[in-house]
C-alpha cells in the first residue's frame, strides 16, 4: 500500500514538474520573441509572425469598435437629432444638455410622452363612451320610434359635418399635434420637465392647460369650458335633437383619438415631431 502511494505520488509530482517546466520554457520564448528590435536584419519567420499577430489583434478591436459606435452613437432625441440639430422640434425635445444620456431622464421622457399622449386618448375615450349609447339609440328603436327620412338626413349631415369641422380641422390639424408635440417636450433638464406635477397631470399638460403661452392658456380654457357648457345644453334637448348632435360628436371624438394615435406613431417612427407650435411659455423655451 504504501509503495503505490509513493508511486502515485511520485508520478503527481513528476507531472506538476513537466508542466512547470514547460509553462516556463513558453514564456521564456514568447518574451525573446517579442523583444527581438525590429530592424531590416529580423528573420523572415520573427517578420511574419509578430506583424500578423499585431494585425489581428488590431483587426478585432476595429471591428468590436465599428460594432459599438451604431450603439454609442444613437442621441437621446432618437433619429430626429440624428437628421437635424438639436432644436426644440426634435424626439424628446433634445433640450435636457449633457442629462439627456442618463437612462433616468430617457425614461422619464418616455413616461412623459406616451402618459401625456394616451391620457388624451383616454379621456377622449371616455366622453365616447358616454355619449355612444345616446348616439346608437335609432338603430335600437322600434318601428314605432324609428327616425323619419329627414331625421335622418340630419343624423347623416351632423356626422359629416363633426367629422370635418371637429375630426379634421380641429383635431387633426391643431389639437393632435398640439398635444403630441407637447407630450413630447417633458425632458428633465428644462423648466417644464424639472416639475414633477407636470409628470402627473401630463395630459392636461399636453392639452396647454397650463405651462403655456397665454393665448394658448385663453384657447384651451375657453374650448374646455365652452364644450362643457355645450353639454350641459345638449343634456337638456328633446331626445331626437340630442341624438343627431351626439351622433356627431361620436364621429368628431373618434377621429380626434385617431389622430392623436396617428401623429404619435408618426413621430415615433420618423423620429420627427408634428411642426406645429408646442406653444411653451418663453422661460420655458430658455
Known sequence: MNFH????????????????????LSEGFVAKTISTPSSTSTSASSRTTIPSATFLLQRTKTRTTAALNPIRSVPSGGAAATA?????????AAASGGSAD???????????????????????????SRVLPIALEPF???????FSPVQWSLYAASCLFFAYADGYKGFHLKFAPLCVKRSFTLVI???????????????????????????????????????????AVVKKLPPTPRC???????????????SILYHYARSVLTGKLPTIDACLPVAATK
Do not use: E
Open 102 to 128: 442618463c437612462p433616468f431622464t430617457k425614461s422619464m421622457a418616455a413616461f412623459g410622452s406616451i402618459w401625456g399622449s394616451f391620457g388624451v386618448v383616454y379621456i377622449l375615450a371616455k366622453a365616447i
Open 5 to 24: 502511494r509513493r508511486l502515485r505520488l511520485s508520478t503527481i509530482v513528476t507531472v506538476l514538474f513537466c508542466l512547470g517546466v514547460s509553462a516556463v
Open 189 to 231: 433638464g428644462t423648466p417644464q420637465g424639472n416639475n414633477p406635477l407636470h409628470y402627473l397631470l401630463a395630459p392636461l399638460y399636453s392639452m396647454g392647460l397650463f405651462q403655456a403661452t397665454r393665448k394658448r392658456l385663453i384657447i384651451s380654457w375657453g374650448v374646455s369650458l365652452g364644450v362643457a357648457a355645450i353639454v
Open 84 to 92: 437635424t440639430p438639436a432644436t426644440s422640434t426634435s424626439l424628446f
Open 140 to 146: 335600437r328603436s322600434t318601428s314605432a320610434s324609428a
Open 244 to 258: 343627431i348632435l351626439d351622433a356627431g360628436v361620436v364621429v368628431g371624438l373618434t377621429l380626434g383619438s385617431a
